[in-house]
């Protein structure tokens, strides 16, 4: 059973960069895991931010894909999601999932501020 934990949220200028991270709290690895990241803003249904198979594959929606990056350090256990020219509408919390077969994890999620 993973415990899945996110981390790097946080207040940034439009403009501005943060890098989310997400990792078992337990350091399991997620090599074989699906990993997807979602943010939901209040009042919002959660949407789909980006993905990352376990063979290597990525998928982004159609407003991260020039902005986001979700890249894997398998060493590190770690999936990542980068945020480049964040703008105000990026403000959500951000969750990351990891599914393996019939077994799907989430985390508690890391608030992301984008304001002046």
């Known amino acids: 059973q993973l415990h899945l934990v996110e981390s790097g949220g946080g207040l940034v200028q439009p403009g501005g960069s943060l890098r989310l991270s997400c990792a078992d709290s337990?350091?399991?690895?997620?090599?074989?895991?699906?990993v997807k990241w979602y943010r939901q803003s209040p009042g919002e249904q959660r949407e789909l931010v980006a993905g990352?198979?376990?063979?290597?594959?990525?998928d982004y929606a159609h407003f991260a894909r020039d902005r986001f990056t979700i890249s894997r350090d398998p060493a590190k256990k770690t999936v990542y999601l980068q945020m480049d020219n964040l703008k105000p509408g990026d403000t959500a919390t951000y969750y990351c999932?990891?599914?393996?077969?019939?077994?799907?994890?989430w985390g508690q999620g890391t608030q992301v501020t984008v304001s002046p």
């Open positions: 990352s198979g376990s063979g290597g594959s990525t």
């Open positions: 337990k350091a399991t690895s997620l090599s074989f895991y699906t």
């Open positions: 999932k990891a599914v393996l077969g019939d077994f799907t994890y």
